[in-house]
């Protein structure tokens, strides 16, 4: 949405042609109104009265168009500032608190309307006032006497607007099917890749451990060692199939070129982990040869960051898996800044994890051989986001081949 | 009026204004005494405002106000250099039992330089000195219709140097120094404008005073616009107001119309 203010216009603004004028003005400078209100005076003497809503196509045309308006007696009707409470302890938000969205947020403050950083789901909005600027913060990461924004009055969130263009990416999506044409959707999924690199956004790939059971674990490598992936966040699962899978040739013991279960291949997971425990890390194993192929040897080759964040039922885990979920929670947030496009294949937990983390700019492609989990990171209020219910071996197949790999 | 006792360029807020071009004191004086003694000799009564050491424009007295009946708009100037002339002509016009109305600061507003009656309609000009804002508050104060028009050209700063009624009917003004929509007010306000070329208004042929049918206005008055007005009936009266002009001033500037 474009920003826009309202401005009053009064007095003989008909005879004097101040209100022709200043809607001239207005398209004159790119910019557009609305008009919400006009009075016109009943006798010669009487004021007439016009609320106009102005927008332009930037905050700074905006401010040309206002300067100029009130240099022919429009006055701005500014919205009032936020409301701001200092909050009484750390990790606790004042109890009137305002809750975002992960849509585009502004708060008006000190007369301007200001956007809010980092902006996230569920999360506060804190005020530096030396700087003047809002920063969407996590509710753990408040600390005693910051400023936070409380009620809604002078916040305003900006709705993503309907593409004009026929898409792949569509507002409000319609709903996931399995019966969908997959190329078409691969072929859009692999055009946002293109424009993602084009416009210098990064790229996020979101992995379940099924990634590599299916044995697409070769084709995400190679959309990592050609620089299709900027990010990649997954959890132990991921990392431990694949390094057992560049050890020994198998995921979870099945042999993943023939697909039957190894002789005494049950325990394979537990030596890969086993293995990089005792070198150190991935990038250790990597380094010292250890670990010569797959997605993580990719990642440290191709010097990709990767987050592992651990969860309550991994075995191990790998040195490299971030076991406290807060510190993992910040780590993804500070990875996910620069992001335009993610792509989340075969994961429920890490993927809404992630899901929460984005703002709603971010298009989001959730890949799901089960139409449920599809449907249900789509809810998730990821607003620009498609479902393509999938193996993710084959849709990682189709994808290299859209990309020409 | 105002003897130009204190009269001299001290500040350049206009284009006309240059500091290197200085006054001739005594001559200043000649050339204002015989404005005043032609005034008089056309029956006109003359006040006269005291003039006071440090705000050498106060001499344009136009600027001061706008004077409606028994009330006296008093101006808010754009630049500090005159807004001490404020208390001094706020503190005349009381002492003679005018009801003073102030406006808001921020609301500039300079008198009669930038507000004159077409009939029952005031005209506003605005953006080098008055602001259009203004223009709401003077109708509510004056209860009549007003017109702001913005001036586009910075040598005709004040409207009263583009613009001069003579009747409720016809006008003069330079239709340049108004953007489009100005001009299209006053063509459809004025009935009978009479517009004066360039080289007319740079020697402030619309800053003249209107008294019955004589017209005063500063010399220089080109021959086809001479002919023009006294076709029109009008006796044309030239007075040398030199020295004024080299403050972007001429006779309508010198004088305030109180009734």
């Known amino acids: 949405m474009m920003p826009s203010e309202i401005v009053r216009v009064s007095g003989h603004i008909i005879d004097s042609l101040i209100l022709p004028k200043v809607l001239d003005e207005i398209m004159d400078l790119d910019g557009t109104f609305e008009i919400l209100q006009l009075s016109i005076g009943k006798r010669k003497a009487d004021p007439s009265t016009a609320r106009l809503k102005v927008s332009a196509r930037s905050q700074p045309a905006l401010q040309t168009i206002l300067k100029r308006l009130v240099r022919l007696g429009a006055t701005p009707e500014f919205a009032p500032d936020v409301q701001l409470a200092r909050a009484r302890k750390d990790g606790v938000l004042p109890s009137t608190f305002y809750s975002t969205t992960n849509l585009p947020t502004f708060i008006r403050y000190r007369g301007r309307w200001r956007a809010v950083e980092r902006i996230e789901m569920d999360c506060g909005i804190v005020v530096d006032p030396s700087r003047s600027r809002a920063i969407c913060t996590p509710m753990i990461h408040v600390k005693r006497a910051d400023l936070v924004v409380c009620g809604s009055s002078g916040v305003r969130v900006v709705p993503l607007e309907r593409s004009r263009r026929r898409e792949v990416f569509q507002f409000m999506h319609s709903p996931v099917s399995p019966e969908k044409p997959k190329a078409q959707l691969i072929a859009g999924v692999a055009q946002a890749m293109r424009e993602m690199k084009r416009a210098r956004r990064k790229i996020l790939v979101v992995a379940g451990p099924a990634l590599i059971h299916t044995g697409g674990g070769a084709f995400l490598e190679r959309l990592i060692r050609a620089g299709w992936v900027d990010v990649l966040f997954a959890g132990n699962g991921l990392a431990t199939h694949d390094i057992e899978s560049a050890l020994f040739g198998t995921a979870l013991g099945v042999d993943l070129s023939r697909g039957t279960q190894t002789r005494d291949g049950h325990d394979h997971h537990m030596r890969a982990i086993n293995t990089i425990r005792d070198c150190g890390g991935i990038r250790q194993a990597v380094r010292r040869r250890t670990v010569t192929k797959g997605v993580m040897h990719a990642c440290v080759a191709h010097r990709v960051p990767y987050v592992l964040a651990g969860s309550i039922r991994d075995d191990g885990p790998l040195p490299d898996v971030l076991t406290d979920a807060l510190i993992a929670q910040d780590v993804m947030r500070q990875q996910v800044r620069g992001v335009g496009l993610a792509l989340m294949i075969a994961s429920t937990l890490h993927a809404i994890a992630t899901g929460n983390l984005l703002p709603a700019t971010v298009k989001t492609v959730c890949v799901d051989i089960n139409p449920a989990v599809v449907t249900k990171l789509s809810d998730r209020g990821t607003f620009q986001g498609i479902g393509i219910v999938s193996d993710a071996a084959s849709f990682l197949r189709e994808l290299c081949a859209a990309l020409r790999l | ?259």
Not at chain 2, 138 to 164: A, I
């Open chain 2, 1 to 259: 009026m105002c003897r130009p006792t204190h009269y001299t360029i001290a500040y350049e807020i206009n284009p006309w204004m240059r500091l290197t071009r200085q006054t001739v004191q005594r001559r200043a004086a000649q050339q204002w005494a015989q404005l005043h003694r032609l005034l008089t000799r056309l029956g006109s009564s003359v006040r006269l405002l005291r003039p006071v050491a440090g705000w050498p424009d106060l001499v344009f007295t136009a600027n001061a106000g706008l004077v409606a009946g028994g009330t006296f708009i008093r101006s808010n100037f754009r630049y500090p250099e005159r807004q001490g002339e404020e208390p001094v002509v706020e503190r005349h016009f009381r002492a003679r039992g005018y009801r003073v109305v102030t406006l808001p600061r921020g609301c500039n507003f300079e008198g009669e330089g930038d507000s004159l009656w077409i009939g029952s309609t005031l005209l506003l000009g605005f953006r080098f000195r008055s602001d259009a804002a203004t223009h709401e508050r003077l109708s509510r104060v004056l209860e009549r219709e007003v017109l702001p028009v913005e001036l586009v050209d910075k040598r005709f700063y004040h409207l009263d140097t583009c613009f001069c009624p003579l009747s409720t009917t016809s006008a003069l003004w330079h239709p340049k120094a108004f953007d489009r929509y100005g001009r299209k007010v006053i063509e459809r306000t004025v009935a009978e404008p009479i517009a004066v070329t360039g080289l007319d208004a740079r020697r402030f042929c619309c800053n003249t005073i209107v008294v019955g049918r004589h017209l005063v206005m500063p010399r220089g008055v080109s021959r086809p616009l001479r002919h023009r007005l006294a076709d029109g009936g009008w006796v044309i009266h030239e007075v040398d107001l030199s020295e004024f002009l080299k403050a972007g001033g001429a006779a309508k500037c010198l004088v305030l119309r109180l009734a």
